[in-house]
């Protein structure tokens, strides 16, 4: 029952679309529940049960605890947008700076760090890369002229050429 409670109080907290794993503990300790350990099974029951979601391979998925879906899909698809119909203002992105960083996503799917860093501000970008890593939405990338900066590769993005010629059946 407590942590039936706590989940109340977790989803209950409409001031954004996730709650962070230290009000969940605050949440936690004020019903009696103690202990990382019993925290942490909690909000793995309540993600497999799919009413929360909650990552716990890295730190940075471990801190936030997301009770609106909707707002993983919106900060999401900031980066996979049908080029027809949803891309970036251009001009944003040349005073900001990041319009070869813009231009490298679209044509070649790699993703700059102080791209995605735009896209979903200092505080959560760690954790939508994270995220991304964890679902195979993206990986690092270090080839090519931009092995020195830190750089994604989003295999969704990619699209194929159409100079390439499919392999003949009797090759296969």
Avoid at 31 to 41: D, K, P, Q, T
Avoid at 62 to 86: A, T
Avoid at 120 to 147: C, P, V
Wanted: include cysteine.
């Amino acid at each position: 029952m407590k942590w039936l409670r706590c989940l109340d109080l977790i989803t209950e907290d409409q001031h954004g679309s996730w709650v962070s794993l230290k009000k969940v503990g605050i949440f936690a300790a004020k019903l009696g529940i103690e202990g990382e350990a019993e925290i942490s099974a909690m909000l793995k029951l309540f993600h497999e049960l799919g009413v929360i979601i909650h990552f716990d391979s890295t730190d940075a998925l471990q801190q936030v605890v997301v009770i609106s879906p909707q707002w993983l899909i919106d900060q999401i698809s900031l980066v996979f947008r049908d080029k027809e119909l949803h891309s970036h203002n251009d001009s944003v992105m040349y005073e900001v700076g990041l319009e070869e960083d813009y231009n490298m996503l679209k044509s070649q799917a790699v993703a700059s760090f102080d791209l995605l860093h735009y896209f979903w501000g200092g505080d959560k970008a760690q954790f939508f890369i994270d995220l991304m890593r964890h679902t195979l939405l993206l990986s690092e990338w270090k080839y090519g002229n931009r092995e020195l900066e830190k750089s994604f590769l989003v295999p969704c993005l990619l699209e194929d050429n159409p100079g390439d010629t499919p392999i003949p059946k009797e090759n296969v």
